[in-house]
């Protein structure tokens, strides 16, 4: 085949996403196409997670290395022929490895840029053509109908013409206030802002793992953790930062649960529902997906074989009882209290290698539930991000060990606690620095707390359909916003009364809920505004892609996408 008969193929954006589907290709058995990768920083691989835009020394993965997806060669093996100097850098002997714990998040940005290497390397040798562009920035994408062509144009001024083009620009952190209010963090990354110190309260926005990241950074320089004899551990402040405080603010006034052993790594289960399966029922039930469908048959009914005195407690319940009973004892429970009762659980668990089996199970069910989530109706979407998903974003955190004992000694120093705020609290920012944070606590007794230093650590947001980077497909109008259907048309019009923002109602007299972030088809194929999908765009950057898929599940989000973006592109 001629090279100008081979199809040409751009993946933008070179970090875990990326990886997973230049590995695709590579392993296709293919070599009819050309690649190129534009990647913004000077590695590839490490994307932000895994990189000093996400991560200081400090932040260690919250999956060990048996749970990470296969590359080329596993972290357990792969450490034995890593640079000495990297190996020192962490502290890291390859001799005592344990694939069962986790590690230093640069660390293992280093093991995927590795692999992205020995990928290419694969490539080359496949007889596929690869062609890497650091430093490169992808300003706007246009999309060519007569021609079926994407066009890129990059920040440096080139214009670049492919067949097929994959976005997988991951994480964005959009800047609302930083750098025009003092003291106001919009997110805790890169971390290295937060290098300093502070002698005041500091008032941390979450209490998930982006929060514990934030946590752990600021506390290492106004303090310093300590072992005594027993191996327990202990915060000590620095004299320079007595009046140094972290105060966490929760919505759901707890903590995110503790990492525990996987009986399956992969959060897959063989019980699942399949395709085919997930299909005969939206027939039968005017083209939507049942959530309670979901968890009876990926929830409950794995219970049955599994876990026989668990399926006998939970089968009569619903989602709103089930979560109301999983959410009793974290509700009662002093957060910190609960968080020593799980490290202990959790510690056991990993020890014997035994999982706890209904977190795990739920975490099935979170990522199961992932790419069919566009076929739920707009009240069965309502009822997922309201009841179901506040339990699993707490259960599936899977908050390493290391991180609880810090967490646990912070508090114990009288420098960490929870604050339990309603979902009216609000953040105002204050012109001369700091916010001050209104919020009503559980007595519905209202407080307004002015803090001079402020970081919003809700996670990575879900971004909206006008906050897509790449203008030319919003005004070629080749993007739609993501929506969903209400199935009732009652609830809907319901909805619509109380909502004409989110809701909004077509000429046929459907009504239509929308959600966060671009319309994408099962293929991650980009959807225009005439609802046709386009052959040539495909896109795996999940904060533009979140309301259709609410749960994205890291390294394995990527391992799945990318297996049927692949299948799409070398079928076209």
């Known amino acids: 085949m001629t090279a100008e008969s081979k199809k040409r193929i751009a993946i933008i954006g070179g970090g875990p996403s990326g990886l997973f ?32 835009e996400g991560s200081n020394y400090e932040h260690i993965t919250n999956v060990s290395g048996n749970e990470v997806p296969d590359i080329v060669t596993p972290i357990s093996e792969w450490v034995h022929s890593a640079p000495l100097e990297l190996l020192e850098r962490f502290k890291i002997d390859p001799h005592k490895f344990n694939e ?28 596929i053509s690869s062609e890497i562009h650091f430093e490169s920035v992808v300003a706007d994408i246009k999309y060519d109908l007569n021609s079926n062509t994407v066009e890129l144009q990059t920040a440096e001024g080139q214009t670049k013409i492919f067949d097929s083009v994959v976005i997988c620009t991951g994480h964005n952190w959009p800047r609302t206030h930083e750098g025009k209010i003092p003291g106001y963090y919009d997110a805790p990354y890169p971390p290295q802002k937060l290098v300093q110190k502070f002698n005041h309260a500091v008032a941390v926005k979450g209490s998930s793992l982006t929060a514990i990241d934030a946590v752990r950074t600021i506390a290492r320089n106004n303090g310093s953790f300590q072992s005594d004899k027993d191996g327990n551990l202990f915060f000590n402040l620095f004299p320079e930062s007595s009046e140094f405080k972290i105060m966490m603010h929760s919505r759901s006034g707890m903590l995110p649960a503790v990492r525990f052993h996987l009986e399956d790594s992969r959060l897959r289960s063989d019980a699942l529902l399949n395709s085919d399966e997930i299909e005969d029922h939206r027939k039968n039930n005017n083209g939507f997906l049942s959530l309670d469908f979901v968890f009876e048959k990926n929830f409950k009914e794995i219970f049955r074989d599994k876990d026989y005195s668990f399926y006998e407690r939970i089968r009569d319940l619903s989602i709103e009882e089930f979560v109301e009973e999983m959410m009793e004892l974290r509700e009662r429970m002093d957060p910190f209290q609960l968080l020593k009762a799980e490290y202990a659980e959790a510690a056991k668990s990993i020890k014997r290698h035994e999982s706890v089996y209904w977190k795990e199970m739920l975490g099935v069910l979170s990522f199961a539930m992932n790419h069919p989530a566009k076929y739920l109706s707009a009240e069965d979407m309502q009822r997922l991000q309201k009841v179901l998903m506040p339990l699993i974003s707490i259960v599936i955190a899977f908050v390493p060990q290391k991180s ?49 230093t ?119």
């Not at 909206?464 to 259907?485: E, G, T, V």
């Not at 609830?491 to 909502?499: E, R, S, T, V």
């Not at 999908?533 to 999940?542: G, P």
């Open 21 to 52: 589907m230049y590995k695709r290709l590579v392993e296709s058995g293919k070599n009819n196409f050309e690649v190129e990768i534009f990647e913004r920083k000077a590695q590839l691989g490490s994307g932000m997670p895994y990189s000093s």
């Open 100 to 127: 069962y714990k986790v590690f230093p998040r640069l660390f293992f940005g280093e093991y995927l840029a590795a692999q992205f290497e020995m990928l290419i390397e694969a490539g080359s040798k496949a007889g």
């Open 404 to 452: 609880c004992e810090e967490l646990l000694a912070l508090h114990h120093a009288g420098v960490l606690d929870l604050i339990s705020v309603g979902s009216d609290s609000t953040v105002e920012p204050q012109l001369n620095g700091g916010i001050v944070y209104h919020f009503s606590d559980d007595d519905d007794k209202k407080h307004a707390v002015y803090y001079k």
């Open 454 to 572: 402020f970081i919003d650590c809700i996670g990575q947001p879900h971004l909206q359909y006008n906050d897509f980077p790449f203008k030319s497909l919003l005004s070629q109008k080749a993007i739609s916003p993501a929506r969903l259907k209400f199935k009732c048309s009652e609830a809907g019009h319901a909805a619509f009364m109380q909502n004409e923002d989110t809701v909004k109602k077509d000429e046929a007299g459907d009504y239509f809920m929308n959600v966060s972030g671009i319309a994408i088809n099962d293929n991650f194929q980009i959807i225009d505004q005439y609802g046709a999908y386009n052959k040539n765009l495909y896109i795996m950057a999940v904060p533009y892609i979140g309301g259709l898929n609410p749960d994205y599940s890291g390294l394995d989000f990527c391992e799945a996408a990318s297996e049927r973006i692949i299948k799409s592109i070398l079928q076209d």
